[in-house]
Nanobody, 120 residues
Framework: QVQLVESGGGLVQPGGSLRLSCAAS????????MGWYRQAPGKQREFVAL???????NYADSVKGRFTISRDNAKNTVYLQMNSLKPEDTAVYYC??????????????WGQGTQVTVTS
């Protein structure tokens, strides 16, 4: 069993910052890619940022220059530092992890989501 537990969401004013965290735990042999997605009301879930196990990162154009993804591989944790937040960043943010379990199964896993609301 694998769990992804997110934290750090909340309410912030435009221009503010938040930091999301997501820790993977359970029967994990190796964590590969870890990333963040978001889903705004009435919209499809969309990609936000990705960090590979080797440190390569990738961002959606809409967040480049404002968001930074990072990882602590020793803790199987991924972070998303969000600066210069805009109302259009309001969404439920989901953590995603591609990993290999102790049973050597390759699985793709989602967290429960954390709400980020940007409003004045």
């Amino acid at each position: 069993q694998v769990q992804l537990v997110e934290s750090g969401g909340g309410l912030v004013q435009p221009g503010g910052s938040l930091r999301l965290s997501c820790a993977a735990s359970g029967s994990i042999f190796r964590v590969h890619d870890m990333g963040w997605y978001r889903q705004a009301p009435g919209k499809q879930r969309e990609f936000v940022a990705l960090a590979t196990s080797s440190g390569t990162t990738n961002y959606a154009d809409s967040v480049k220059g404002r968001f930074t993804i990072s990882r602590d591989n020793a803790k199987n944790t991924v972070y998303l530092q969000m600066n210069s937040l805009k109302p259009e960043d309001t969404a439920v943010y989901y953590c995603n992890a591609d990993l290999t379990t102790i049973a050597r199964s390759r699985t793709n896993n989602w967290g429960q989501g954390t709400q980020v609301t940007v409003t004045s």
